[in-house]
């Protein structure tokens, strides 16, 4: 009975050694194990197009910061410099779990605004995670995609 009692305290000794040893906490959460590194959400964000003709601003989301279920973005289309692009329109919305390897399911709906600004719905977040969404437009002069990425908590 006593190497009994003597084997559990030195195994609770050792225990509480072992998780004393590190106090910062561990990474938790939908995202913890995430290969690309999510955005943090703030009014106003910006991401430049891929090939430097057509980015996008996000100017509000509802809920903020996105979460999942339905979504609803309003975005503006943007230059280099970040000034409006009145006549640029959005093509595609895509939205993509890149740990997973799948979409939505639920196809996006873009309502055209005045100067290059866009009214973006159905941005179903069916699941927690990091996901991106693709914003594809296009002006007079080139096509080109934007995208975000964002942790969505569950």
Known sequence: ML???AFALAALSLFSACSGESTAPGPSGPCSDAT???????????????????????LDALP??????SNEWEVQLI?????PLPNA???KVRLWMPSHGH??????????????????KALEFVMPGVWTVTVSAQNEEATDEATFAFCIDG
């Open 89 to 91: 329109i959005i093509t």
């Open 103 to 120: 979409g939505s399911g639920v196809t996006p709906t873009v309502t055209p605004g005045e100067n290059g600004k866009a009214t973006i």
């Open 36 to 58: 690309l590194a999510p955005d943090e959400y703030v009014a106003g964000l910006t991401r430049a197009g891929k090939n430097g003709t057509v980015g996008v601003k996000l």
């Open 79 to 83: 230059d280099a410099s970040n000034g």
């Open 64 to 69: 903020a910061p996105p979460a999942a279920g």
């Open 3 to 5: 190497s009994r009692l």
